[in-house]
């Protein structure tokens, strides 16, 4: 597995409240990544890392933020939850040298 | 922009019989491309991957992939299924940039 945990693995919110969710990591690996899954629409990238404190976008980051402050925590933010963020989502590390990504368990958000 | 395309969203078949799932990805200069499966309610678990070297790649639990640049193909076979095979399986193309485009996902039902 890696070594990739996600917090929680499950949560019910309200719309407009903030959420956090964790991806972290025991590796040190440089690469991670947040996507989300939902029917129809299979993985689609909303953030990644590329180092502490170096992230860039992905095709669906509208409405979500990342921190990375250290190599093993990259934290996904969803400053005011809406009903179209309620999905599965899943964390990712890159093995380097591999080119091969390696997936946490993931994280069920369900925003009401 | 890279794209990768499932054709099928869903695909029965009965057990013992052979399957094949499509994949279709973007021409670009580098070629990385990877199957996946999904169990229900777990991550994601790589099957295997095309990096280079021969077009036909071997994975886990039986299943192989053939590499074919000229159709921009990359399609996922096994010879004999069985119940246990049952999940959602995802192809994935990265052309080196460390952005990865995900499938939408197919789903295979092994029918007994």
């Known amino acids: 597995d890696a070594g990739i945990t996600q917090s929680p693995r499950h949560k019910v919110t309200e719309t407009g409240t903030p959420v956090t969710l964790r991806c972290h990591q025991t590796?040190?690996?440089?690469?991670m990544y947040w996507y989300r899954q939902d029917p129809g629409h299979g993985l689609r990238l909303i953030h990644y890392?590329?180092?502490?404190?170096?992230?860039d976008k992905g095709e669906v980051s509208d409405g979500y933020s990342v921190s990375r402050s250290k190599t093993e925590d990259f934290l996904l933010t969803l400053e005011s939850a809406t009903s179209s963020q309620t999905s599965v989502y899943f964390c990712?590390?890159?093995?380097?040298?591999?080119?091969?990504?390696?997936f946490g368990p993931g994280t069920r958000l369900t925003v009401l | 922009a890279q794209s990768v395309t499932q054709l099928d969203s869903q695909v029965p078949v009965f057990e013992e019989a052979p399957v094949e799932l499509r994949c279709n990805y973007s021409?670009?200069?580098?070629?990385?491309l990877f199957w996946y499966v999904q169990y229900p309610n777990q991550g994601l678990q790589l099957l295997l991957k095309?990096?280079?070297?021969?077009?036909l790649v071997k994975g886990i639990n039986g299943f192989e992939a053939e590499f074919n640049k000229s159709q921009t193909s990359f399609h996922l076979r096994k010879p004999s299924v069985h119940i246990s095979d049952t999940a959602e399986y995802f192809c994935?193309?990265?052309?080196?940039?460390?952005?990865?485009?995900f499938g939408t996902g197919t789903r295979l039902k092994v029918l007994a």
């Open positions: 990712a590390i890159l093995l380097a040298g591999s080119d091969t990504q390696y």
């Open positions: 021409s670009s200069v580098s070629v990385y």
């Open positions: 994935a193309h990265t052309s080196g940039t460390y952005k990865y485009i």
């Open positions: 590796e040190n690996h440089r690469y």
């Open positions: 890392s590329y180092g502490v404190k170096d992230t």
């Open positions: 095309y990096l280079s070297g021969s077009t």
